[in-house]
């Protein structure tokens, strides 16, 4: 089910054209393939191993030691309660118990019907904002615990189903190489000269 | 005096004072192509490459520009470590962002990526850096998209890619971004992630990523404010960096400074000679504690720094005399804690957090960080004894031996000793888990013993991690 589609297949194989080591594109095939399905599945790690000739195995190394791929289907939403100190200072017990509360979840479940996955979360790069929380990586800043219950609300009512897009897409505009513009992938082995803007010295070396 | 927040950077306050990295911050736009050229962008690249390459590297070198990762190296005595003669040579830039506290590069990376990508270009330019990836933390969304935005945009422009302003120099920038893991911004762990590995740090020395990095070639790591000031110095020449801060600490930082102070918020401040009470008292900056209560401690450098008192109120912040006293800059992050705070539990969030992030690849890291946390979680639950807080500092031991540093307090009759510690793991994430732990004891005992009970004739419970790492 989860072989790549026609767009993505092409676009994995322009990403792995960027790294002059075709496994540096693991990661991001693996975000590929979460943000197509909202999981990675057996079948789509085999084919990324194809496409950067490693095993699968390899692959499945790789992804497991990160915390945002998920082996197995999730919410449609991912809700992400930071705890560290500076939110756990200013409140995010209290945002944890709330929507435990309201979801009928505790962290790390999946409600009945799907739509979301509650997960404790460490910091956020947002401690100013404290207590806060992302939505699929989508951000909401100095939550309060009536807040979570709103955002929970909006996510089931589907007035966030614009702003928010599913499980699996991180940002919506993706870098696009020109390749009239591109210098190419730099091979560690092959491109030992010294780059032209560098004067070679007299004897031989470079500065 | 002034202070000024905007709704589309949150959390940033402006005040009157010198802007190098955040001065277009006002402008609701700044993330545009159109606006960075409409206030002075590639000013700094076009400068640079009018000069050959050794002589912005001297440039970069005379502005003594102090890295902002955590570390504090300085980045033109970095990029003077490659092994001369090796091509081709890297630059991967760490937009990894996760120490707790710490809330600068993303701010940086949405609000003003074109600056990001000027730095990229003139560090590569002057250190000869024939590749860059820009490595963002996977969680950061919107900086991940401002960055790719502004990315097309620039090579649309001829301003990234091949011949670029037709200089004959040229580079590429990969955007790449993580998948969540904290140690994957230790920058060995950051390489092998970006060769499509579990980032777990590599043993160093012998060999540092400048003579053997990326692919095994010589590779730079930057962060990101770091190379957000290289379009300024480029500009305006190392005198003009020089001329704010300090003479070890020169130019601007960004701190962020969180928790219970009344106006928390990211500022850009004068290097080295602005204080702690300057940044937690002063009205143009977070006004006070909180509600009218008192200070009771604050963390100085992100997550892993070692707690600071009230006593040390009047240190500027600057990496030799906060050294000194007993803890670090790291990463530019305060946390505020007032007199409601409860203390074990407050070190608890970090201990879990640390023990959480183990790549598990140094024992003394592995076992003994979920030991501390667990031990740790008991006493908080007010369920530990009086042996566990020897059994803390005990574990404490097998990753850091010796001497920890510690903040003085005149109350408690204590003094400083002073940072770094010695360490039994291959990178900070170990020592990390114990720093909060050992502060929290050393400073505010009192406050675990009156948690726990009276040992229990017991002989020692051994504790057991169940279920092995994270
Ligand atoms: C556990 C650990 C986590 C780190 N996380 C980051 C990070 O998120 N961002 C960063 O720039 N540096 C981080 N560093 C520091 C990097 O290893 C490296 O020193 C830095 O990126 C170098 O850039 P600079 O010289 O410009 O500061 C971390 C270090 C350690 C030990
Ligand atoms: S100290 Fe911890 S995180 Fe760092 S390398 Fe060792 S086990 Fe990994
Ligand atoms: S502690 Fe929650 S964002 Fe940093």
């Not at chain 2, 940033?12 to 911050?25: C, E, H, K, L, N």
């Not at chain 2, 001369?84 to 809330?103: F, M």
């Not at chain 2, 946390?335 to 074990?344: A, L, Q, R, W």
């Not at chain 2, 957090?353 to 908080?380: D, I, N, Q």
Request: glycine share 12%; hydrophobic share 40%.
């Amino acid at each position: 089910m989860s072989r790549f589609s026609a767009e993505n297949l092409t676009l994995a194989r322009e990403i792995v054209s960027r790294y002059p080591r075709p496994k540096s594109a693991v990661i991001p095939l693996l975000h590929l393939a979460q943000e197509q399905e909202g999981w990675i599945s057996e079948e789509a790690m085999r084919e990324i191993a194809e496409l950067v000739g490693v095993t699968p195995a390899e692959v499945r190394g790789t992804g497991t030691f990160y915390e945002m791929f998920h082996f197995e289907p999730i919410g449609r939403y991912l809700l992400n309660i930071c705890g560290t100190m500076s939110c756990a200072l200013m409140g995010a017990g209290e945002l944890m118990h709330a929507a435990e509360e309201e979801l009928g979840v505790r962290a790390g479940g999946t409600t009945d019907d799907g739509l979301i996955t509650l997960h404790g979360a460490e910091c956020q790069a947002a401690c100013t904002e404290a207590p806060c929380l992302q939505v699929n990586y989508r951000y909401r800043f100095r939550v309060t615990p009536d807040g979570v219950r709103q955002l929970i609300a909006d996510l089931r009512s589907g007035a966030l189903s614009d702003e928010i897009p599913p499980h699996g897409t991180l940002a919506t505009v993706r870098q696009h190489i020109p390749s009239d513009r591109a210098v190419g992938a730099v091979d560690p082995d092959v491109d030992t000269a010294p780059p032209a803007w560098i004067p070679v010295t007299v004897e031989g070396a470079s500065s | 005096m002034t202070v000024e927040t905007y709704p589309w950077a949150p959390g940033f306050v402006a005040g009157d004072r010198p802007r190098i990295v955040t001065s277009r911050f006002e402008h609701e736009d700044s993330h545009t192509l159109e606006r960075y050229m409409a206030t002075g962008g590639y000013e700094g690249l076009r400068a640079a490459l009018a000069k050959p390459a050794a002589e912005v590297h001297e440039q970069v070198r005379g502005s003594t520009l102090l890295g902002r990762g955590g570390a504090g190296f300085p980045a033109g005595v970095k990029w003077g470590l490659t092994p001369e003669g090796v091509y081709p040579r890297y630059l991967v830039v760490n937009g990894d962002e996760s120490e707790p506290g710490t809330y600068k590069d993303r701010l940086l990376m949405e609000r003003d990526p074109h600056q990001l990508i000027e730095g990229c270009l003139i560090a590569c330019y002057a250190a000869g850096l024939s590749r860059c990836f820009l490595y963002i933390r996977g969680e950061m969304a919107l900086a991940q998209e401002r960055v790719a935005t502004a990315l097309n945009e620039a090579y649309a422009a001829g301003l990234v890619g091949r011949d670029i302003l037709g200089s004959g120099f040229g580079v590429d920038i990969v955007l790449h971004w993580g998948a969540g893991a904290y140690v994957v911004g230790e920058e060995t762990a950051l390489i092998e992630s970006l060769e499509g590995n579990r980032g777990m740090p590599r043993l160093k020395p012998p060999f540092f990523p400048a003579a053997i990095g990326l692919y095994g070639k010589p590779t730079i790591v930057n962060n990101v404010e770091t190379l957000s000031n290289l379009p300024f110095i480029a500009a305006n020449g190392a005198e003009a960096y020089t001329a704010i801060g300090t003479e070890t600490s020169p130019g601007t930082r960004m701190v962020a400074v969180s928790g219970h102070v009344r106006r928390p918020g990211v500022y850009e401040i004068v290097n080295g000679t602005t204080t702690f009470r300057d940044l937690l008292y002063g009205e143009e900056f977070c006004g006070g504690i909180r509600d009218g209560n008192e200070l009771k401690a604050f963390v100085p450098g992100g997550g892993s720094a070692p707690w600071f008192l009230p006593d040390q109120l009047d240190l500027p912040f600057e990496g030799r005399q906060v050294g000194a006293a007993g803890s670090m800059l790291g990463s530019g992050a305060i946390m505020v804690m007032d007199s409601t705070t409860d203390i074990p539990a407050a070190a608890l969030t970090l201990t879990r957090f640390y023990a959480h992030e183990s790549c598990g690849k140094c024992v003394p890291c592995r076992e003994g960080g979920t030991w501390l946390m667990r031990v740790l979680e008991r006493v908080v639950a007010g369920e530990g004894t009086t042996d566990d807080l020897d059994l803390l500092l005990e574990v404490g031991q097998s990753i850091c031996p010796g001497d920890m540093p510690h903040a003085s307090s005149e109350a408690l009759g204590l003094e400083a000793t002073p940072f770094p510690y010695k360490m039994t793991t291959i990178c900070f994430v170990g020592p990390s888990a114990y720093v909060p732990v050992h502060s929290a004891l050393t400073l505010f005992r009192s406050e675990f013993e009156e948690r726990v009970a009276p040992s229990r004739s017991r002989t020692r419970i051994p504790v057991v991690a169940v279920g092995g790492g994270q």
